[in-house]
């Protein structure tokens, strides 16, 4: 079970960061992904990293604002909140992905195996 952390309330600016540490898994051969949902709404694509670190993909929403990364001698992964806004309000979910090894960053929730528990994030305007 991947354990996310890190969430809580922050002003609309402010900053944050969420950790994921996957304990007793091939953490270091697969992609990791941060996913949200908001209250009323489906589950959405945040970030995600490759397997090496050496490539990430971002939802438009979030690019150039938030930074996922990861420290495969840890077994976490991390996403850095910055400029946070009232929508980016939800749970934050991590998860790790399907395929080792694999050269593909992925960003569908298909695409990935097993999911934290999810952590809130509440950003008040």
């Known amino acids: 079970q991947l354990q996310a952390s890190g969430g809580g309330l922050v002003q609309a600016g402010g900053s944050l960061r969420l950790s994921c540490a996957a304990p007793g898994r091939p953490f270091s051969k697969v992609a990791m992904g941060w996913f949200r949902q908001a209250p009323g709404k489906e589950r959405e694509f945040v970030a995600s990293i490759k397997w090496s670190g050496r490539s990430t993909y971002y939802a438009d929403s979030v690019k150039g604002r938030f930074t996922i990364s990861r420290d495969n001698a840890k077994n976490t992964a991390y996403l850095q909140m910055n400029s946070l806004k009232p929508e980016d309000t939800a749970v934050y979910y991590c998860?790790?992905?399907?395929?080792?090894?694999?050269?593909?960053?992925?960003?569908?929730?298909?695409?990935?195996?097993?999911w934290g528990q999810g952590t809130q994030v509440t950003v008040s305007s």
């Open positions: 998860a790790a992905g399907l395929s080792l090894y694999s050269d593909y960053v992925p960003s569908q929730e298909r695409e990935y195996l097993n």
